[in-house]
């Protein structure tokens, strides 16, 4: 049985998991906005009285951030906010580049028509998204859908957490406006939900892998940028 808290006299009981959810979600978007720099300390005291809930949901939220490479936990100190530099993007891109044309080919395989709908629903989201964050979220859940349709839920969960970095580092940057990238993600996203839903396995290995090739160069100014100053 779930376990719940009650709210104020005379409310709904709150399930535990819901308000471990609303903290997890609202700690995620103060380190995506950059509101929260990396390095800062993530007080778990000060993080409850600032959403209005006890400290078990907030420590468990930082735990599943810290999971995801949002979040550092560090021994004896607490939480804080992770770095999100172009290194850990790159390593992250590098794990995405050997581990989603395989995705993309066994969802070819194994997708259902409810899998084909929820990445055709993502690529409209990012089709008509009008701010970088709208369309980041509509691009990662193309590619958790595109996960999802291999009934793997391992691979979605590392592909969460791989995904979850790059979206931070790309906001903070502020180097990538939606119509540096948009049309073009759109668009490639387009020919892999094609194959996908043909079941060509061997095209939608090979359209991803130049998907995620194409992310890559995407960074090469920032990363000659570092070069040149480091």
């Given at each position: 049985m779930d376990a719940v808290s009650r709210g104020p006299k005379g409310s709904d009981p709150i399930r535990v998991d819901s308000v471990v959810d609303l903290a997890y979600r609202r700690i995620r978007?103060?380190?995506?906005?950059?509101?929260?720099?990396?390095?800062?300390?993530?007080?778990?005291?000060?993080?409850?009285?600032?959403?209005?809930?006890?400290?078990?949901?907030?420590?468990?939220?930082?735990?599943?951030?810290?999971?995801?490479?949002?979040?550092?936990?560090?021994?004896?100190?607490?939480?804080?906010?992770?770095?999100?530099?172009?290194?850990?993007?790159?390593?992250?891109?590098?794990?995405?580049a050997i581990l989603e044309p395989g995705i993309a080919g066994l969802a070819a395989e194994r997708r259902s028509g409810r899998d084909l709908e929820a990445m055709r629903a993502a690529i409209e989201r990012e089709e008509r998204a009008s701010s970088g964050i709208e369309a980041h979220d509509a691009s990662r859940d193309f590619h958790l859908a595109l996960a999802r349709a291999t009934g793997n839920e391992e691979l979605v969960r590392v592909l969460e957490s791989l995904w979850l970095v790059e979206v931070g580092r790309r906001l903070l940057s502020?180097?990538?406006?939606?119509?540096?990238?948009?049309?073009?993600?759109?668009?490639?996203?387009?020919?892999?939900?094609?194959?996908?839903?043909?079941?060509?396995?061997?095209d939608a290995e090979r359209l991803m892998a130049e998907h995620v090739r194409r992310a890559v160069q995407h960074w090469e100014p920032e990363r000659r940028g570092a070069r040149e100053t480091g």
């Open positions: 978007d103060l380190v995506l906005s950059g509101e929260l720099a990396p390095g800062a300390r993530l007080g778990q005291v000060e993080l409850a009285e600032r959403f209005g809930i006890s400290r078990t949901p907030v420590r468990e939220a930082l735990r599943r951030l810290a999971g995801e490479g949002l979040v550092d936990q560090i021994s004896n100190r607490g939480f804080r906010v992770a770095d999100l530099g172009l290194d850990a993007v790159l390593r992250r891109l590098e794990v995405r502020r180097r990538y406006a939606v119509s540096d990238w948009q049309a073009e993600d759109v668009a490639e996203h387009r020919e892999i939900l094609a194959a996908v839903d043909e079941g060509r396995a061997p």
